[in-house]
């Protein structure tokens, strides 16, 4: 056994260490974006979707057919929405959207719409909200300080209904948890 | 460098190895009874530097044994610091984003005990072990104070023992403090597991400088300290999760940290044996 310094063995085992740790990060990273974009069929009225798997969901209410809660997110629990509103023949995108931004000005404290504008997503045309709230939980209980919540709504016209996807989700996550949204908005038919 | 003192067997590092895991059970013990007889009622900053003092205090408790032991067989204690220096950077600036930013496992490692396994070897596992191999390796490891066999131990519990620390302070720090008794449990169920899981990289850094071992050495050893990293995580999560009944919800730390204590014990165990066979063959050899 003797004492030495940094050999070429040292130097070729240090580049395995770091191999080997760059491709179980890689791995990870793989099965990490498989478990986080695993989804469930959704179906409700001829409108179906791929609602993330594992999310906290409830069936439908109202105009609503489907809200789904991301449980582990921090803060405010990532949240999408799936609306079907009946709309009076011939009105358009735009007024479908002056109408949600009524509903969210009296449902939602410290409303303020941010952006609205034409867009395309996955080839459908569609009316993008994008909007900025504070969440206020009614339980004068809940101790945590209120998150601020940034939403987006996307409207596409069917008919005598608009479909609109909503996307609600803490300041903190809303860059992060945007990607797996548009797989959301992408599942979408109608 | 005399060749002698690179193959003695060093009975103190193992004897402060199980005396760290003996006292911090026994300390673990001391602030859960004092805890519930006092019943301290602390503001919210006394809480938070409560739970900061409570999270260094391993490292400390090995720092203690160490420097008993370095009257003895003395280290060069710039490198002990050295190697706390660079855990703790690499655990805080590297580590913890990796970890919890980018892979953003608390949101997924939890879905099923897959990924539970997965995430805890792939991500949590690989990256930890790699990080506390990377302080003991650019720091003391080419230095010719790294001159036997058991120095890869004791470098890499103190890596680990940092690594802790951090794990420890940055809960602390997010949760504004915690609760003494269940907070002191956590804390040591996280030192013994990362200083277990260290001193198995270790004993592979150890044997790789002195033996001239495979290319595969290596990362064989940071292989399985990241896969007993991430099966510990899942047993432990599995043992103690919280049981939820018409009385209330509750958890039982005390499994976590009898599991910690186990681990801890026998790994201690196999390596002592591991390092003790090696040195007699190397010993009978000559």
Redesign the interface.
Known sequence: ???????L??R???I??????VI??I???F??SS??NSSVPFNVESISAQAP??WLQSGPSGDELLRTT?R???GFNTTYILRDMPLAAGATASQVANLLTLSHGQDLLAFRLLDQRDVTVYGKAAYELSYVYVESNPNLTHKNIPSVVRGMDYIFMNGNSAVVGSFWADEKNYD?DLGRFHLFLQSITY | MTESKAVHERKHVWRNEFLLIISLIVFVGVVYVLDGALKPVFTASTLLLTGIFLALVPAAIWLVFFYMQDRLEPEPKGYVLGVFALGALFAAAVGVPLIENVFRVSHWIYTNTLSTILGGILVVGFTQEFLKYAAVRYSVYPSGEFDEPTDGVIYATAAGLVYATVLNIQYVVSNGGVGLGTGIIRMAVVALAQASFSGITGYFLGRAKFESEQVWWMPLGITLAAVFNGLFNWLRSNLSQTNVSLSGASANPWIGLALAALVAFATTGAVLWLVRRNLNSVQSGK
Request: charged share 25%.
């Open positions: 056994m003797e004492n030495k310094k940094v050999s063995g040292d070729y085992a240090e395995a260490v770091i191999l080997i740790t179980a990060l791995a990870g990273w099965y990490k478990v986080e798997k594992g991301d582990s997110s921090s992060l």
